[in-house]
């Protein structure tokens, strides 16, 4: 039975800001207390030393102090030290290797999981009853070596990270909305087949092209049919998308080339733009590509088969004769690396990734009435006929093409014979752990896999770095 177990990892135990002051920790020991009752009886503090390169180095810890609080009651519990090396310490929660149990009666308690914050490793605790926990978690910092965090538990993928306050209740009011998509101080983004008008700051970024409504319809000059309204910003602006025809590639008769050149904008590829702007302006893409490309597409009631009308400002359209209500729909799938020992199963499927040459993590829709775990079991066992026991879940991504939602997971194979489903897959494969972080770096003729962009190459990362069942922190 796990136990509530608390640790925290300092470089000052004199400051309350958890900073790591350097760039490799050779070794470190983590002290895990278990506590049971309300009080704290004891302390310990064990002390590392943090070496750097050959030597020791002032830029390296130089003592890592973690206070265990034991508690005298009936049950005491076990203290667990686990001790590991990291050569990197964005990879230092490979230094935890956590385990405490005590026979505590009627109490089930344990870790929440394993969670990195960039450089940062702590244990979060399931239950943090104890003024220990409470105090001890309430410091963690919201910057951490002058980065914000945009929350305590992961870092977004491409295409999250939207900040956008998307204005729930503002969308009660039909007239009232439709005035705000409509006001001055309304921001357009325009987006031709889906791509979006993006600004260019220079050769390695942008940003999305943000309009006036004025300036928006001096483009356009009629205002297009599909709109919607994102949400509102920081500063309460109304944030509207518009869908035109045409696309990056083709260019679009909608807008005036001459009037977009004058204000500094060009329609950029969706995947394209994701490279070059925030990881919050992904996140925006995400969404208004989502929404538009449904309204797109669902013009007409799957009821009685009349005509549909957007409502409550794109989140929703409703029949104009049956009255019946249609939300956007976002439809799940599920992305494994299946594992087996040093070894991972990547996959080419038969369309996008043969003709890049590329192997992925294997992946499929989500069927109904089947939970994330029963759909990676299927899906592997579909396209490479082996079968998979314990699945642990790593992280999702929205995936705006058109609107998926990765869910990402790691998987144990229990078999390793592939029998492929040549009708999906062209190949399907073992490679070892070598082979794939060269293949990461960039360095394998014989495996290419996904850019950073993809939720694949971080499930991938993290097998291949030995973070699975880690969130992922880059």
Sequence with gaps: MMVNSYALLMSDSKSSALTIETSRIEFAIVAVGATVGPAVAAAAVAVGTGVGGTGVSTGAVGAIRVAVGTV??????????????????????????????API????????????????????????????????????????????????????????????????????????????????????????????LISIVDDSSAKLGWLSYESAQGIVDVEPKHTTLLGVNSDGDPLVAWSLNGGARQGSDDISNAKTAELGLEICDARESAVLISGEETGIIAQARANLGW??????????????????GG??????????????????????????????????????????????????FMDQGESMEEAVRREVMEEAG?????????????????????????????????????????????????????????????????????????????????????????
């Excluded at 439709?178 to 101080?185: F, G, K, T």
């Excluded at 990547?346 to 043969?354: D, K, N, T, V």
């Excluded at 699945?391 to 999702?396: L, P």
Aim: hydrophobic residues 40%; aromatic residues 6%; charged residues 20%.
């Design 105 to 196: 009666a009627d109490r089930r308690m344990g870790f929440r999981e394993i969670r990195i914050i960039r450089s940062l490793s702590i244990i979060e605790p399931l239950y943090p009853h104890t003024n220990a926990g409470k105090v001890m978690f309430a410091n963690l910092p919201r910057i951490f070596n002058g980065v914000p965090i945009l929350n305590r538990r992961e870092t977004p993928h491409t295409f999250a990270g939207n900040s956008i306050d998307r204005g729930d209740a503002l969308r009660r009011d039909e007239t009232k909305i439709n005035d705000l998509m409509r006001s001055a101080s309304a921001r357009v983004l325009i987006l031709a087949g889906l791509d979006p």
């Design 386 to 474: 082996i079968r998979v026991g314990r699945v642990q879940y790593h992280s999702t991504q929205p995936w705006p093409f058109p609107s998926s939602l990765m869910i990402g997971s790691h998987s144990e194979a229990l078999t390793t014979d592939i029998d492929i489903d040549d009708f999906e897959m062209t190949d399907v494969r073992w490679w070892d752990r070598e082979e794939v972080r060269l293949a990461l770096a960039e360095k394998n003729e014989q495996l290419r896999v996904p850019g950073p962009i993809a939720i694949a190459h971080h499930l991938i990362k993290a097998w291949a770095t030995g973070q699975v069942g880690y969130f992922r922190t880059s």
């Design 295 to 312: 309204h797109a597409t669902h013009g007409y009631c799957a009821r009685c088969g009349e005509a549909t009308a957007m409502r409550r």
């Design 315 to 364: 989140l929703m359209r409703q029949c104009t004769a049956c009255k019946a209500e249609h939300f956007p729909r976002t439809d799940p799938v599920v992305i494994t690396v299946v594992t087996n020992g040093d070894r991972c199963l990547l996959g080419q499927s038969a369309g996008r990734l043969s003709a890049m040459r590329m192997y992925s993590a294997l992946a499929g």
């Design 72 to 101: 005298v009651g009936s049950f005491v519990g076990t203290i667990a030290i686990a001790v590991g090396t990291a050569s990197d310490v964005h990879a230092i929660a490979n230094t935890a290797l956590i385990a405490a149990t």
